[in-house]
């Protein structure tokens, strides 16, 4: 059991703040408060649409496979790595959820850029498994050459055969809204598209709904790229991953119906 510190003389000023005012400040309480009743308006929000609960359920698809593969017990430390990154994908799938759930959408669609670095990267590793050791021992300099983030996207861009630079363009666009100080950056500060940006947290359907959407799109893009490192007789795994195919096909049908097979 841990046990508190008794505070010396030195923090007497300390000890009678947080005596007389609580562990917390009473500004950061109530900034707590205000987070959590715009949590209420984005239920509220999500209650209302069919689109949003669909892209919910499949990103819980998607968390529900990153966190099934993590219990495969192995001794392959290249797998390893890619089971580390699917539960990085869980967590930061985790935090963006509650920080748009509570009005910090641009802080939220942040680390959707995480996410999207991190499912290209899985995506080339599912590609040549070799390519993980590689990865593990490269240093610094070595792993920029060939790892760095423009690095992957240019290899799966080749291998792909694609010459739009898509995945740049969805990079950038986080970067820019999102990941980096810039002129636009503040448009995901605005509640009102042609307002003024404001402080704090806020819930506006708009905003919401762009992130959860663009999360939605990313999760199936993380699902199917865990799911290509399941080992395929691993009957633990088969539940979560027959429930996201169901959820990519009903996912599919809703927002990209002439797509299907």
């Known amino acids: 059991m841990y046990e508190t510190a008794t505070p010396s003389c030195g923090n007497k000023r300390l000890r009678s703040m947080t005596t007389s005012r609580g562990a917390v400040p ?10 959590e009743q715009l949590r209420d308006k984005a239920l509220a929000i999500i ?8 892209h919910l359920a499949f990103i819980e698809a998607a968390m529900d496979l990153a966190d099934i593969f993590r219990q495969f017990d192995t001794e392959d430390e290249d797998l390893k790595v890619a ?15 509650k920080l748009t759930f509570t009005g910090y959408h641009q802080i939220s669609a942040l680390i959707l850029r995480d996410v999207l670095e991190t499912v290209f990267l899985l995506d080339l590793f599912a590609s040549d498994r070799s390519l993980i050791e590689r990865w593990r021992f490269a240093d610094k300099k ?13 290899a799966l861009d080749d291998r ?4 739009s630079k898509r995945r740049a363009e969805m990079y950038e666009m986080f970067s820019e809204l999102a990941g980096h100080p810039t002129m636009k950056s503040d448009l995901m500060m605005r509640p009102q598209k042609h307002g003024d940006a404001v402080i704090g947290p806020f819930m506006e359907v708009a905003a919401f ?3 959860v959407s663009e999360m939605g799109r990313l999760a ?9 490192f399941f080992p395929a007789e691993w009957s633990p795994g088969i539940p979560s991953r027959l429930a996201f195919a169901q959820r990519k096909r009903d996912w599919l049908a809703t927002f990209y119906p002439t ?3």
């Open 220 to 228: 199936i893009q993380v699902g199917e790229q865990i799911n290509a």
């Open 209 to 211: 709904d762009a992130v």
């Open 259 to 261: 797509a299907r097979k």
């Open 142 to 154: 070595a792993r920029m050459k060939q790892f760095s983030p423009v690095k992957v996207r240019e």
């Open 47 to 54: 209650a209302s649409d069919v689109r949003l609960q669909l």
């Open 160 to 163: 792909d055969g694609f010459a």
């Open 26 to 35: 009473a500004n950061l309480e109530n900034l707590h408060r205000g987070e």
């Open 83 to 97: 089971q580390v990154l699917g539960m990085r994908t869980f967590n930061a799938f985790g935090a963006s959820l």
